[in-house]
C-alpha cells in the first residue's frame, strides 16, 4: 500500500511539474510577442518606393510578430510573386512600423490591389531589405526613328496613361476613348520597356489636344497617316519651319480653318488669314519644333504677314530662330548592371568636396568643360557616354574609406555603365557599376576627411 501511495504521490508530483512547465513556457511565448514602438508613413517620391518580394517571408495582416498577425500571402505566395513576370504582382511601399525587437516592417500593396498588408523589411528604417527589395518596373529603350506617330485603331483600347500599367500604382488612363483623336499628330518624346514584360512603350504628346498626352503601347501607334487626316487644300494650309539662311528644320499643317466670315472653305485659294493666325500658336510650334533646338514665335513680324496671307492649299514658310547654347547637368548614379537605368533601383552618387567624410558613394571628379549644346535640341545616350568618357569621367574613385570601426582601407571604383538620352538644358543621368576593393586609392588623398584629387 505503501508502494502505491508512493507511486501514485510521484506520479502527481510528475504531473504538477509538467503543468509547471507548461503554464512557464505559454508565459515566456506571450511575453516574448513583439510590439510595435513606432509608425510612419513613407512620404518619399512613390516612384522610389516600388518594390518587389524576395520570397523570403510572407505576408501578414499586421507586423508578423505582433499578436494576431494573420498570413494574407504565404512564404510560398510571396515567391512565385518574386519570380513573376507580370507588373501587376511589384508592389509599393507606403507605411513603416518598428517593433521593440528593431525588426522593422513595411505595409504594401501590389500594383494590381489583389495583396495588401505588412511584410519584414529588415533591422535598418528607411530600407528594403529582408522580404522585399526595391524594384525597378521599367528601363530605358531605344526611341522609333520617326517620332511623328498616330494612333493605330483608335477607339477604347490602346490608349495613354499616365504611366505604363501597373508599372506605378495607380496609374490612369489619360484619355478613355481616343476615337476623336484618330487625326491628331502625336511626337513620340521618350521611350522605356517594361522590365518583365519587355514591352515597350511612347510618351507621346499632342500639340491639338495636350490632354492626351501620356504614355502608349508601342504597337498601339504608327507612322501611317489616317485617311483622314490627308492633305485638304480647301481648308488646310501646309507649314514649313525655316531659318534666316533657309533650312527648313521641321514641317507642320494648319487644318480645319475657316473663312472670314468663320465657315469651312469648300475651295483651294480660300483667305484663311485670321484661322491661321489664331491656330498657329506659340505652343503648337513649339509641339511640332521638339528636340530640334529652335524656337518659333508667332508675334515675329515675319511669321504674323505669312500667317495673315495665308490661303488654302497654300505652304507657307514660318520663321524660327535657334536657342541659346545651354549646359546640361549630368547626375551619376550607382546601378547594378548596364540594363539598370531606373533611378527607382539606382543609388546616387556623391561628389567628395573638401573636408566631407569619404564613404562608398563619395567620389572624386575632376574638373571638366560643360555638357553642352542648343537648348531643346535632342542628344542621344552615346553622345554622354562619349563626353564622360572624353572627360575622363568614364571611371569614377571613391578615397579610402573604412568600415565599421577597421583599420583596413577600401575604395571603391565606379565604371560608366549607361546613360539616358534626353534634349540640352534639361538635367540627364549616367549609370555606374561599382566594384569595392581593399587597398590604396587611385583618388590620391591625405587623410579620409581631406581634400581628394584624381590621378588621371
Not at 511601399?93 to 498588408?117: E, I
Amino acid at each position: 500500500m505503501q508502494s502505491s501511495l508512493a507511486k501514485s504521490l510521484y506520479l502527481g508530483l510528475a504531473v504538477l511539474s509538467l503543468g509547471a512547465v507548461a503554464t512557464v513556457s505559454t508565459t515566456a511565448q506571450a511575453a516574448s510577442k513583439a510590439k510595435v514602438v513606432s509608425s510612419k508613413t513613407l512620404n518619399t517620391d512613390a516612384t522610389k518606393r516600388n518594390v518587389q518580394p524576395t520570397g523570403k517571408n510572407a505576408l501578414y495582416s499586421k507586423p508578423g510578430t505582433v499578436k494576431g498577425a494573420k498570413i494574407v500571402a504565404s512564404k510560398n505566395t510571396m515567391k512565385k510573386l518574386a519570380s513573376s513576370k507580370k507588373s501587376a504582382d511589384y508592389f509599393r511601399a507606403y507605411y513603416q512600423k518598428t517593433t521593440n525587437k528593431g525588426t522593422v516592417y513595411y505595409k504594401v500593396v501590389s500594383m494590381d490591389g489583389k495583396y495588401r498588408g505588412y511584410v519584414y523589411g529588415g533591422k535598418k528604417a528607411g530600407t528594403f531589405a529582408g522580404g522585399i527589395k526595391k524594384a525597378s518596373t521599367t528601363k530605358a529603350a531605344t526611341m522609333p526613328a520617326n517620332t511623328t506617330v498616330y494612333f493605330a485603331k483608335p477607339g477604347k483600347s490602346g490608349v495613354t496613361w499616365s504611366a505604363p500599367n501597373y508599372t506605378q500604382y495607380k496609374a490612369t488612363k489619360s484619355v478613355k476613348d481616343t476615337t476623336d483623336y484618330a487625326n491628331d499628330v502625336l511626337t513620340v518624346q521618350s521611350a522605356i520597356k517594361k522590365t518583365r514584360e519587355g514591352s515597350t512603350y511612347y510618351y507621346v504628346t499632342d500639340a491639338t489636344n495636350p490632354n492626351v498626352n501620356g504614355w502608349v503601347y508601342s504597337k498601339s501607334v504608327t507612322t501611317t497617316k489616317p485617311v483622314g487626316a490627308t492633305f485638304n487644300d480647301a481648308t488646310d494650309v501646309k507649314v514649313n519651319f525655316a531659318t534666316n539662311e533657309g533650312k527648313t528644320v521641321a514641317t507642320g499643317t494648319l487644318a480645319g480653318l475657316t473663312d472670314a466670315a468663320g465657315k469651312t472653305p469648300t475651295a483651294k485659294g480660300t483667305a484663311v488669314g485670321a484661322s491661321a493666325t489664331s491656330a498657329a500658336t506659340n505652343d503648337w510650334g513649339k509641339a511640332l519644333l521638339v528636340g530640334t533646338g529652335y524656337k518659333y514665335s508667332r508675334s515675329d513680324s515675319v511669321n504674323l504677314t505669312a500667317l495673315k496671307n495665308a490661303k488654302t492649299g497654300d505652304t507657307i514658310t514660318l520663321s524660327v530662330a535657334p536657342n541659346a547654347v545651354k549646359s546640361t547637368k549630368v547626375d551619376f548614379y550607382a546601378a547594378t548592371g548596364t540594363a539598370d537605368l531606373s533611378q527607382v533601383a539606382a543609388t546616387p552618387l556623391k561628389t567628395y568636396t573638401t573636408g566631407s567624410k569619404a564613404a562608398n558613394d563619395t567620389v572624386v571628379v575632376s574638373a571638366t568643360s560643360d555638357f553642352s549644346g542648343i537648348e531643346g535640341k535632342t542628344f542621344a545616350a552615346s553622345d554622354v557616354m562619349a563626353y564622360l568618357n572624353g572627360a575622363s569621367l568614364g571611371t569614377l574613385y571613391t578615397p579610402n574609406y573604412t568600415k565599421n570601426g577597421g583599420t583596413t582601407q577600401y575604395f571603391t571604383t565606379y565604371k560608366l555603365s549607361s546613360a539616358l538620352s534626353g534634349t540640352y538644358g534639361s538635367t540627364t543621368k549616367a549609370f555606374y557599376v561599382g566594384t569595392e576593393t581593399a587597398g590604396v586609392s587611385p583618388a590620391v588623398i591625405t587623410t579620409a576627411t581631406t581634400a581628394a584629387t584624381t590621378t588621371k
